[in-house]
């Protein structure tokens, strides 16, 4: 068994993943970019019959300096719209806020996607009800970028958010599922924040869990299906994950804070 996901860039921008899914039972795509020519391409898969969810990065950034190359939210949120109405299943669709700035503006960025999300999820006719949360990583190359484009680091030294950063955000996020009790929130390798999140309404999960193999319809009791074949700290990824990407760099996107150097 083994399961695709396009980690290394957008599945919306990067179409690569398309050859290789001849060796996967099933894929996860990930996209800022929900544009028409992806939903064609991933709705004729569902048509086919084959297994994949997409998961919907929307941070809130778009079309700032902080993700210049990104639709905006609400262009974003209306292709969602558009994806669902089209035909792909809201159960395939995992809504994703990664990254989360922990400071003012990051938290009323989130608040006001989300109260968006929200108000366009209720007049779906079916309703996507997981989320799944990460916290930036503030690499050194991110820094610099941040201080070339006139902003300072928001974590000092350090590459990773403090306990009071990490707690406003577990606040936030435990607001509005209480509020909004139909929706689940779902973190992977984000123990500091799972803590502080209410058990009820979150899961700590893999990208690739067992939950995405039951939505795809595949088996869930083969041996390979252990958790965190990587051994990252924190992740609970099945050992079935493989990625469809292959390019090492920054997308076209040209995020700040993206990983890649």
Known sequence: ???????????????????????VD???????????????????????G???IVHCTCTGWGGTVIESNVPKYEMQLEWLEEFVRDGFPAQNIVMRIDPIFPTRSG?????????????????????????????LDEY??????????????IYGNSMFANEQQIQEVANLLNQFAKDNP??????????SLFKKLDPEHV???G???????????????????YENPQHRKGCHCLSCKTELLERKHPCAHGCLYCYWT
């Not at 990208?207 to 299906?225: F, H, S, W």
């Open 107 to 135: 938290l009323n960025k989130v608040r006001e996607l989300l109260g968006s999300f929200q108000k366009m999820n209720i007049g779906l006719p079916e309703r996507i009800t997981r989320i799944r949360v990460s916290i």
């Open 207 to 225: 990208c690739v869990g067992i939950e995405d193999m039951t939505i795809m319809g595949l088996p869930t009791d083969e041996l390979r299906l």
């Open 203 to 205: 899961r700590c999960t």
């Open 182 to 191: 139909m929706l689940r929130f779902e973190t992977c390798a984000e123990e």
């Open 26 to 48: 099933g894929a996860i795509l990930i996209t800022k970019s929900l544009n028409k020519t992806f939903r064609q391409k991933v709705l004729a898969l569902h048509t086919k």
């Open 1 to 23: 068994m083994r399961i695709g996901i396009t980690e290394r860039g957008d599945a919306g921008i990067d179409f690569m993943w398309e050859k290789k899914l001849s060796a």
């Open 50 to 52: 084959f297994p994949v």
């Open 140 to 153: 050194r190359h991110v820094k610099r970028r941040f201080i070339q484009h006139g902003f300072q680091p």
